[in-house]
Each structure stands twice: as C-alpha cells, then as structure tokens.
C-alpha cells in the first residue's frame, strides 16, 4: 500500500471523470446555465421532495442567474480543493466536506430539472469523502467502503432483475429493447444499429439471452464482496459492461467506470503475484537488516519492516531508511505498544493485505505466541535469522516460562524451515540439528568501501583502536585489554605513534565503569581514551568504526546465551565484529578459535599469548608498508560481499528458487 | 467511519428492499428489472423544426435525450396538474405518497410548478432547442405519435399536434 500514490492515483482519476462527465454535460446542453429550466419534475426521492420543500428550485427558477452560479461553484470548486491538496501535501476538510455537498446538491437539482438519473454519479459523491479525511485509514476504510458499493451496484442490478422477475420473462429483453428504442426504429430505420435491433427484438428468445449474459455478468461482481483476488478481472467486467449498454442500449454508461479505481487502488488490491511481498519483524538486532533490506528489495516487489524507533533512527548510519530503501515501508512501534500487540498487528496487516513472506529477524520473547501465530497461518512462507543455534534448540522445563519456550520452539522447529545465519559455519550447525532445512549465510550488509590504494594516510596521527560492542563481562575480555595497554605504555621503549583507544560501546555499568576507570589511569600524550556511556547512536557507531585503524574484539570465544546456553563464537553464534567489519576494510584482532570463513580471513589477526598481542601490534604500528597492503588484501577479500553474490542464498531462503524453476 | 459505512450500507439495502421509493443518495438499481407486457402502442414524441423533423440518429445520445426530456417532462407535469395531484400515481410508494401530502400540507407553493407554464413551455422549449442546435429555431411543432409493433415495424396508429408555436 502506497497512500501517497494511491491518494495521487485517486484525485487523477476521480477528476479526470468529474470534469469529462461537465464536458460532456457542456457539450450536450446540459448544464444548469444552458438549460436554463423554468418548471421541475417530480421523480420518486424523499431528499428531492426534501429540496423542493425549501423553495430552493422554485427561486433558482425566478432568478436564472443563480443556475450560472451553480455551474461556476461545482466547476471551481475542486480546483480549490486541488489546490489546498497540491499545496499542502494533504486534504482540506471543510474543502472535502463543502464539495460533497455542492456535488449533492447539484445532482439533485439536475434529476429536479432535466432528469440527470443520479445512480452512475452516486459514487462520485460517495468518493467525495475521502477528501474528508487526513489521515491514511480513513481514506483506505473509505476507498474500500466505496469499493463495496460499486460492487453493490452491479449485485443489486442483477438482483432487481431476478427478484421482480425480468429474468423468467421470454420476452423481457425484446420489449425492452422495442420500448427503449421506440423513437429510433419510427424512423427509416437503415442503419446497422436499428436493423440490430429490429432482429433482436423479432427473435425474443435470442435477445432474451443477452439479457440473461447482462444479469450473470452483473451478478459475478458478488466475487468481490469475498476476494480482492478478482477486482481486476470485475474491471474488466465492468468495461464489457459499459460497452454491452452502450451497443445494445444505447446509454453511455460510462460515467460509472470510474468507480472501477477502487478495484485499482487500496489495501490489498494492487497485491503482487504470489511470492512478490515481504514483511520482516526486526526489533533487537537491526544491525543486521542492511543485507536483508538490499535483496528484498531487489527480489520482492513490496517490503514491509515492522520495528521499534530505536531500531528504525539506527538503522542506517547515512541518511534515513526512507531514503536509503525507498521502496520499503517502515512500520514503527509505538513506545506504549506492547510488543505482542504489535505482532499481531504485523500478522494482521500481512493477512489483509495478501503478503506471502515473513521473515522473523528475532523471536524476542514471545516465541509461544510467534508459534501460535505461524501454526494458524499456514499459507504464510516463514523465514528465520538464527542467532545462537544451541538456544534456538535448547529445551528447558525449570519453570512455566521454560515449559512454554519448549514446547513453542517444537512448533517453530516444525514450522520454520528457512534459515538464515552470519556465519557459513553456524549455518551448517543448524543444518545438523534440522536436517533437510534450509540454513544459508547471509552477510549482515554488503561491503562498498574504496579501495584504501585510493586514500592518502593522515600522517602523525594516533593509531585509533576500536573496540565495539557493550562492555559485557560475558562476551568480552576487557581485562585483557586493559592488561595490555597497561604492558604496552609502560614499557621502557617510548611508544612509536599515540593510541586512541575507543570503547565503542555503553560502558555504563558498575563493570564498564571499572574498566573505564583502569584506562583513564593510562592516558597520557601517547594514550587517549574515548568512550561512551547509553546507547551509541548508528551515525556516531559507523563513523567510529570507518576511521578504526584496527577493531579488536576481545571476544570469549566460548560464552553463555541469555537463557544460559553454551555458544561458541564463530560456530554456533556470530559476533558483531561480521557485521562491523563490513562497514571498512580495517583488520580486526580477535583470540585464536574464533574463526571466520575465507572471505573474511585477510581481516582477522588471532593472537593466542600476550606475546603475539603484542607483535601484531608492533607491527601495525611500525610497519606502514604492511599495514597498507594488508588493508588492500582485506578490501579485495571483502569484494566477495556484494549482493549479487547472496542473490542464490536469499532465493534458497524466501523459495523463490522454487519459483524460479517453475516458471 | 466504518461505522458511517456500515450505516450507509443498511440504510442503502433498506431502501432497496423499500423498492420505489428512493432518499438520494440511497438510490436503486433496479432499470429494466421488471416483467415488461407487450405495449399496446408506444408513444413517441416527434418534434419538428423549421419543418424539419428531427431524428434520433443525427443526435449523441445524450442530445436527443435533451430533445425528449423537457417534453416528457411537461407532460407528466400536465398530467399530474390534470388529475388530482394528491392522489397516488402508479408506481408511487405509500411513504412517497405520504411524505408528499405532508409537505404539501405545510408548503403547498414550493411543491408546484407556475401555472402559467402551460403558456410559456413552448416559447422556452423553442429557445432551449435554438441553444442545443446550435442556430435560432423559428417554427416548431412537436406532435404526440403513437405505434403498434407489428410485423417486424412500427406501424403508426395515430398522430396528434401537441405543440405548434
């Protein structure tokens, strides 16, 4: 859904047929100013007797001016209300509301005085209430309000004829058509048309079965009260319709048609062909979206992310979502939504409007009802990011929370067959504990670095060292750091170049502030420390990270999930340090038995002693010619990370490899 | 707003099932449903210009309309001031009926027509026509023509002048 286009799609339409149907009436001397009326007709309205009763007609009869006045006011008046629109970005209320009446208000005094038959412009003013509403339910509930009664028109048509018994008269048609046509064939009758006519109304049976074709043609519109899946097929419909009234009847029914744009435009009615629209629920780890956003965009005609606003500000370290993934549309939790309510808006929103992916970036900790949800919407093609595969299997009973977790993960286990991981290792992990699932290694985003051959060295500046990452007891070894600083300033050889040492990272914990507080105890003109406490916003993050001149991850390379599971970096749970690496091609110090996949080696400095912590270091910082070449060896390897290269994975992932080899 | 639609959606099937009657926007879509009988005659109105008659062939379809409808128009206006304009015509609901003699009852002259316009329809009608046919009309005759389908045609039962100015 597009409100922006659709609303533009709308207003082009509506009053492309609003001003066609004036011209027309212009052209045929039928505006109010060119009839100029001097008596009324009483038609069978209660709202006409309603108007007569005011005296209105009666005085717009003894003054004629007043009909030119109508004539200008219905014509300028939707200038003004597209004006406000083009000008505001938006609807004019008391604009919308004084041009619906005004239409009204005419129609009725054009069936008062020439018999305008208002039934093909009721939409017109039915439509004319979108121009009420600001706000963009309103003029989808609207729009498909509208839709419904289009609809309506063309059931009720066919039901009329069935209900008051036109479709068991043999004759009906024929007498239909000598009636209607009466002042035609008085004449000489020598046209194609007429002679038509003639035959059809001297072969009753033959016409009857037009009629019976306009009846079942009208009464296939009932479709459309059940599916949206067919509003292109009604439109066509509709068309045929006109045409067939129009050859057969003579009345240039057009005007209706553009009720047709509410089978065109609103929730659901432009959905893409199976397969071609995504939603991804993503509200822990937005860091690693960038790849996932790339290829859905590239492979999915719509791409819906639900997520919390932290998540969406971060998103993109340069320039918002919106510009850096226009074809996406970002739905933001509100700050007092529970995360549950906004899961089963999610499932809602995807239901009504046809999506045949998910994609769950997380579970956060509502795997039971993410479970329930997925078990009842079985057409839906699911798709997982697995962060710590032993916890995605760990069963646990101690309590009801774990009891529920369980028993949930064997539903999503079954469910979910489609897995994606930051780690080729890791994806092979999960392949074992589900054999025949999907499992692919998807990047977190793409690489697109210069290359460093092209950057001229700031000399005499400090080595900045990056290290990213909460400062979490769990995951990282901070005291090593802290222990090799210590060793690495205090030596008697005066350090060749200042360290600029940043934790990257929300230190503010009573463990973040001791470590904090042991490396303020180091700065000196060769040591400056650069820290931060609270979240770090993604620009800040980026930036940090694209002028490191080396990452360090002092990772524990065996550590505990959240619920207490075993995980082994690299192997069954990936580090940030994939995703960070990315953003440039800096190299990365890391303890030995974390390992990366090929691509990624270049970049990776294992060090297992504080002997070899200290060598590399030595090296970085004395040898310039190796730090170039290593930094251009890193940046060839990372050419690997483009999107072309993931295209197979993602399809492998969403099954539309599937559809590729059935097409 | 749903709400409103859901009303809309009501009000619009009550009216429907309340069948002639109509309160625009609630409107019907009920044309040509009826069992139609063979008609014993057909009327048609033929009008004639300059001394020459009009024909539906040489108008869109919307023009001719604008021919025939004022003169059905005033027709039914001359019936309806003929007969007694309080009693049902055919086709009236009783609500039609009813809600008719009440607004009468409360502003009889808003719900007529002048009734001098027996006399000015045919000078207005001969404007109107000079308009829609693009040059002033100096004569003009409208008679009242009535056929029988027979034999695969109309055949012309009985002409009468209606109008001549």
Redesign the interface.
């Known amino acids: 859904m597009n409100y922006t286009r659709d609303k533009k799609t709308l207003l082009t339409v509506y009053f492309a047929c609003y001003y066609a149907v004036f011209a027309f009436f212009f052209l045929d001397s039928r505006l109010l100013s060119q009839y100029q009326p001097i008596f009324f007709n009483f038609n069978h309205d209660l709202t006409e007797l309603l108007l007569l009763a005011t005296g209105i007609p009666k005085w717009m009869i003894a003054h004629p001016a007043s009909f030119l006045y109508a004539d200008v006011l219905v014509l300028l008046t939707p200038t003004l209300l597209l004006g406000f629109y083009i000008k505001k970005g938006r609807f004019s209320r008391l604009l919308g509301v004084f041009f619906s009446f005004l239409l009204g208000f005419y129609l009725l005094l054009a069936n008062i005085f020439w018999q305008v038959h208002p039934e093909p412009f009721i939409l017109y003013v039915l439509l004319s209430a979108v121009f009420w509403t600001k706000s963009e339910k309103g003029f989808y509930t609207l729009l498909s309000g509208c839709r419904y009664y289009f609809l309506y028109i063309f059931v009720s048509a066919a039901l009329w004829k069935v209900l008051r018994g036109g479709l068991f008269n043999g004759g009906e048609m024929s007498r239909i058509l000598l009636q209607h046509h009466s002042d035609l064939l008085t004449g000489a009758c020598d046209s194609l048309s007429c002679r038509v006519y003639i035959f059809l109304i001297g072969h009753p049976a033959l016409s009857w079965w037009l009629y019976f074709g306009g009846v079942l043609l009208e009464a296939s519109f009932l479709i459309g009260f059940f599916t949206r899946r067919r509003d292109k097929m009604l439109l066509g419909f509709a068309v045929l319709f006109v045409v067939a009234d129009l050859l057969v009847m003579r009345i240039p029914y057009w005007t209706i048609l553009m009720g047709g744009v509410t089978l065109w435009i609103g929730p659901g009615s432009r959905r893409s062909p199976a397969g071609s629209g995504i939603i991804i629920y993503e509200t822990t780890h937005h860091e690693n979206l960038p790849a996932l956003l790339d290829l859905c965009e590239a492979h999915f005609n719509r791409v819906v992310v639900y997520l919390k606003n932290l998540s969406y500000e971060n998103l993109s370290g340069k320039g918002s979502p919106a510009q850096r993934w226009p074809r996406t549309e970002f739905v933001v939790q509100e700050t007092d939504c529970p995360n549950r309510v906004f899961i089963q808006r999610m499932f809602s929103f995807g239901k009504k409007e046809g999506f045949s992916h998910l994609h769950l970036s997380t579970l956060d900790n509502n795997l039971l009802f993410f479970a329930y949800k997925l078990w009842i919407n079985t057409e839906l093609h699911v798709s997982l990011t697995v962060h710590e595969v032993n916890e995605y299997f760990a069963l646990f009973f101690a309590s009801l929370r774990d009891v529920t977790e369980s028993v949930a993960k064997r539903i999503l286990h079954r469910r979910i067959r489609s897995h994606t991981m930051f780690l080729p290792a890791i994806a092979g992990r999960l392949q074992q504990r589900l054999p025949g699932a999907v499992a692919v290694f998807i990047p977190s985003r793409f690489y697109q670095s210069q290359d460093p051959g092209d950057s001229t060295p700031t000399p005499h500046r400090p080595f900045r060292v990056v290290i990213p990452g909460s400062v979490d007891p769990n995951r990282r070894d901070y005291e090593e750091a802290v222990k090799f600083f210590t060793g690495w300033l205090t030596r008697t050889i005066a350090p060749s170049r200042p360290i600029e040492l940043v934790i990257l990272g929300d230190s503010n914990t009573p463990f973040g502030a001791r470590i904090i507080a042991q490396l303020q105890n180091l700065e000196s003109p060769f040591f400056r420390l650069i820290h931060y406490q609270g979240y770090v916003p993604e620009l800040v993050y980026e930036r940090q990270i694209e002028t490191a001149d080396l990452l360090w991850s002092p990772l524990k390379v065996n550590k505990k999930s959240s619920r207490n599971s075993p995980e082994t970096y690299g192997q069954t749970t990936a580090s940030g340090l994939t995703a960070d690496l990315l953003l440039n091609n800096t190299p990365a110090l890391a303890p030995s038995g974390f390992e990366l996949p090929e691509a990624f080696r270049p970049a990776l400095l294992s060090y297992s002693s504080p002997t070899e912590l200290n060598a590399i270091f030595t090296r970085l910082l004395e040898d310039k010619a190796y730090y170039r070449e290593l930094r251009g060896q890193i940046h060839r390897a990372f050419s690997f990370f483009i999107k072309e290269n993931f295209n197979d994975a993602f399809e492998l992932l969403t099954g539309l490899d599937q559809k590729t080899k059935k097409g | ?2 709400w409103l ?1 859901i009303g ?2 009501i009000l ?1 099937v009550g009216l ?1 099932l309340a069948h ?6 609630f ?13 014993d005659s ?5 009008v004639t210009v300059d001394s020459i008659l009009l ?3 040489d108008f ?7 021919v ?3 003169l ?3 027709e ?2 001359q019936l ?1 001031q003929d007969a007694d304009s309080d009693q049902p015509k055919p ?3 009783p ?2 009926v009813e ?2 003699l009440i ?1 009468r009852s ?2 009889p ?3 007529e ?2 009734d001098s ?1 027996a006399i ?2 045919p000078q ?1 009608y001969k ?2 026509l000079s ?2 046919l693009g040059h002033p009309v100096r004569t003009l005759r409208v008679d009242k ?1 009535w ?1 029988r ?1 027979s034999n ?3 055949q ?1 039962l009985q002409k009468k002048n209606w109008i001549n100015s």
Do not use: C
């Open positions: 707003m749903k639609l809309f959606i619009q429907d002639s009657v109509t309160a625009f926007p409107v019907h879509y009920g044309m040509f449903s009826e069992s139609f009988d063979q008609p057909l009327l048609v109105y033929e024909k539906p062939n869109r379809v919307y023009r001719w309309d604008m025939q409808v004022p059905a128009g005033f039914q206006e309806g086709g009236d609901s609500a039609l809600a008719r607004y409360i502003l002259q808003q719900l027509n002048d316009l000015h329809f207005w404007q109107y308009r829609l023509a056929y389908y695969g045609r109309l012309l």
